[in-house]
Structures are given as structure tokens and as C-alpha cells.
């Protein structure tokens, strides 16, 4: 895995060629329009990484992930199988940046004490589902099917929230972003499916916007069916729900106050804006140890791809070292 110690600082692009971005490397391929493909052409023959004007994939999906013992492999080709999109292997991939963060997080069993940090209130044994995989059930998490099946949804172009955390207190629906946003559209305005009509009209019951408005105009069509799917999945299981959408600092610094007044939110309900760098402080709060180490490192230098100018990006806004996380001051050095 290449972070931002092994990439130039800055690329030369011109309107034919793009430089390999690995440090000290001379190679440079023909340049890529619109849509990234996997080419010789596009090649480095050096590092054989695809490379594009603003990113780069590598030629294994595992070049891009940080844990992938035995038992990490094996959970990643259970998910793989149910996942129905996957671009894991592109250095920019947010799924990669979930898998990486979220894997750690379980193996070091400091999931339970995150979203504590994050809603305030304790919340044991976390089960987490990854893009809807299920390790106890080995297959899509049978909650997840109804609720598709329940809102008329298919099942092969249906919702998938990046994770979904079950604990004994609460049920969680994780919306992870890296470079995209929130701004989501139907490719189908007119398909309703039965969001306005399944669950005995439930849609009344959590949203004080009419559809249009959150899908269309709000262009929230995203996260309007995770908070739709969700609310009556909790609702189901008698569990309080949080939306949490997980973004990066510099990003979606208004959402909340975008998307609460469509919906209607309690002391059960309730939607939050979590970011990267907020967990990137929990780590670091927790004792040293060796993956520890890793995954600070991993945020310190991880790289978010190349500006049209072909300046290096960083992922993220943890240059200072100190950050605030929502309950307590932390200081990182």
C-alpha cells in the first residue's frame, strides 16, 4: 500500500500522459477520460498500479487493505459474495477506508466504546454487519431482506448501508463517505416502490417532508431510505436508532441541519454527523499497541488522489496533531 511518503508530492498531467505517482519513478502512461478502466495502456510497468489524472488502483484488491490475516480474508470473501459493488481496489475506494477503520475497531473489540464517545449512552455487544453481510447469520442480515422486501425493493438494487451496528441498547445504520457526497438522486423519479406505503405507511410516521421534497429538491434519496428502512427495523427489534454519516471534516459540515427538519427525530431517533478524523482521535486515545500503530499511520499519510493541478491531497485534517471529540478534549502527538 502506497500513502503519501511514497507519492510525489506533485504529477505532471498533460492533455496525453499522466506521471506514475510513486516517488522516483519515471514512467508515465497514456491518460485516462472519464471512465477508469483497468488497461495496459494505463499501466505503470513498474508498479503496475492503473493510474488516472486524480487517482490510482492497485492490481489486488488486498494491495489496498491493512488486515488481512487468515480469519480477515475469510470474512472479506464471505462479504464479497453478497457486496454488489466493490472498487476496493482504488487508492480513493471509501470502502477500503471502512474495511481498514471499522476491521480494526472489531478485532480490537473498541467499537462498543466509540459509539459510546459518539451518542452518549452505553452500548453493548456490537455486532457489526458489513455492507449487509451477517457473520452469525453467514448471508444478508434476514432483518435487512424483510425491510427491502417490506418497502418493495429487488433484492439485486436494493439499499445497503456500509455498516450496520446491532447492540443491545440501539441499531445503527453507518453511511460512510470519502470523496462523494450526500447528494443523491433516484435514477427513476417517478418509482416509488413502496417507501410512501410499506410498514403501514411508516413514512408518515418518521418524515415530516413528502418525498419529493427529501428525494427530488433535497437530493437526500440516500439517506431518506436508510432513515426509512432503518426507524422500522428498529422499531421491529425494539431498539433506539441512530443514522450516523461518517464524512470527513472539511466535509458535510451542514448536514444535520439539512436533513433533520425532513424527518422527524426523538430521544429513539435520531440522525448524527460523525467524522474520520473523530475516529482517528478515539484510536489514538486508546493504549499503544502494535496495530494501533498501524492504523494512526494509515490516517496520518493516507492520501485522498490528485487535485487538476496534480497536487498530492491528503485524506485528512490531522496535521496539528489535536483534535475535539464530541464528549471529551483529546491530545494526540
Known amino acids: 500500500m502506497f500513502d503519501a511518503r511514497d507519492l510525489k508530492s506533485q504529477i505532471a498531467i498533460t492533455q496525453s500522459l499522466v506521471e506514475c505517482p510513486v516517488d522516483g519513478c519515471s514512467n508515465h502512461v497514456e491518460r485516462q477520460r472519464k471512465v477508469f478502466r483497468r488497461k495496459k495502456q494505463f499501466q505503470c510497468p513498474t508498479h503496475k498500479i492503473f493510474?488516472?489524472?486524480s487517482t490510482f488502483e492497485y492490481p489486488k484488491e488486498t494491495d489496498n487493505l491493512l488486515w488481512k490475516d487468515t480469519s480477515d480474508l475469510a470474512l472479506f470473501?464471505?462479504?464479497?459474495?453478497?457486496?454488489?459493488e466493490s472498487r476496493i481496489s482504488r487508492d480513493n475506494s471509501e470502502d477500503a477506508l471502512t474495511w481498514n477503520v471499522f476491521r480494526y475497531l472489531e478485532k480490537n473489540n473498541q467499537l462498543a466504546e466509540l459509539l459510546f464517545h459518539t451518542t452518549n449512552s452505553n452500548q453493548p455487544n456490537p455486532e457489526i454487519i458489513y455492507w449487509s453481510y451477517s457473520q452469525r447469520k453467514d448471508g444478508v442480515w434476514p432483518e435487512l431482506t424483510k425491510a427491502r422486501i417490506e418497502f418493495g425493493e429487488h433484492l439485486q438494487r436494493s439499499s445497503e448501508p456500509d455498516l450496520i451496528v446491532k447492540t443491545e441498547r440501539s441499531l445503527f445504520f453507518i453511511e460512510a463517505k470519502f470523496t462523494a457526497t450526500n447528494k443523491t438522486v433516484p435514477s427513476n423519479p417517478k418509482a416509488y416502490k413502496k417507501y410512501l406505503t410499506g410498514g403501514d405507511d411508516w413514512y408518515r410516521n418518521v418524515f415530516q417532508s413528502d418525498y419529493e421534497t427529501v428525494a427530488l429538491e433535497s437530493r437526500k434519496y440516500e439517506l431518506?431510505?436508510?432513515w426509512l428502512l432503518g426507524t422500522w427495523i428498529a422499531s421491529q427489534i425494539n431498539r433506539d436508532f441512530y443514522l450516523v454519516n461518517?464524512?470527513?471534516?472539511e466535509r458535510e459540515k451542514s448536514i444535520e441541519a439539512h436533513f433533520?427538519?425532513?424527518?422527524n427525530v426523538s430521544e429513539t431517533r435520531k440522525f448524527l454527523r460523525l467524522t474520520w478524523e473523530e475516529i482517528y482521535q478515539y484510536i489514538g486515545s486508546n493504549l499503544p499497541n502494535?496495530?494501533?500503530n498501524k492504523m494512526i499511520t494509515y490516517f496520518k499519510y493516507k492520501a485522498v488522489g490528485y487535485n487538476h493541478v496534480g497536487e498530492?491531497?491528503?485524506a485528512f485534517n490531522i496535521s496539528n496533531g489535536i483534535l475535539y471529540l464530541r464528549n471529551e478534549n483529546l491530545n494526540i502527538s
Not at 433533520?260 to 424527518?263: L, S
Open 51 to 53: 493510474i488516472s489524472p
Open 290 to 292: 502494535e496495530s494501533k
Open 224 to 226: 431518506l431510505r436508510f
Open 246 to 249: 461518517l464524512v470527513l471534516g
Open 77 to 84: 470473501n464471505s462479504i464479497k459474495k453478497y457486496k454488489r
Open 312 to 314: 498530492l491531497q491528503p
Open 260 to 263: 433533520v427538519p425532513h424527518i
